[in-house]
């Protein structure tokens, strides 16, 4: 796509309640990137009340995953839409499977790298849990989270893997607080 020839673009991934979120917020703040988490495209499509979202909320609630189809193309449109304003981008929780991530670099453009959040699934329950204290979200519930944690670790494995090959995943162990780990966020970008 022309409009995105030239963009720097980033996955972001990491497991469910691994922080990818807060510290998107924090990247958008200091580097002026867009931050567009395919979560918060696929919940506003289920809040529009459309046939899409009703079929999304359905899928959602399984912990199921939704069709490459719909979510490329939320992140086109969303991208697109950005291309002329924004420094960058940061694909937050995409690809979670190989053939997205070759589907989007086919599709969309290129990514410069991976930033991954490690975090061990017990921290990550309890953030998950923690959050659905005030969330509302239909996923946030423990029988929810062991399924989104194995089908993380089932599925996106290999898409860390793949970058690792072409020397393109930044490692961010985030088990501290949230400015430590951001400091190892900037000590990466920085050098972007």
Known sequence: MAELKNAKIFFVLGGPGSGKGTQC??????????????GDLLREEVASGSARGKELSKIMEKGELVSLETVLGL????????????KGFLIDGYPRELDQSKRFESDIAPVRSVIYFEVSDETMKKRLLKRA????????????IIKRLK?????????????????????????????EIFKKVQSFLDKQ
């Open 25 to 38: 917020e924090k990247i958008v703040a200091k580097y002026g990137f867009t931050h567009l988490s395919t």
């Open 75 to 86: 992140l086109r449109d969303a991208m697109i839409k950005k291309a002329s304003t924004s």
């Open 133 to 144: 204290e005030t969330s509302g979200r239909v996923d946030d519930n423990e029988q929810t």
């Open 151 to 179: 089908t993380f670790h089932d599925l996106t494995q290999p898409v860390i893997d793949h970058y690792d090959k072409a020397h393109k995943v930044c490692r961010v162990p985030a088990e501290g607080s949230v400015d």
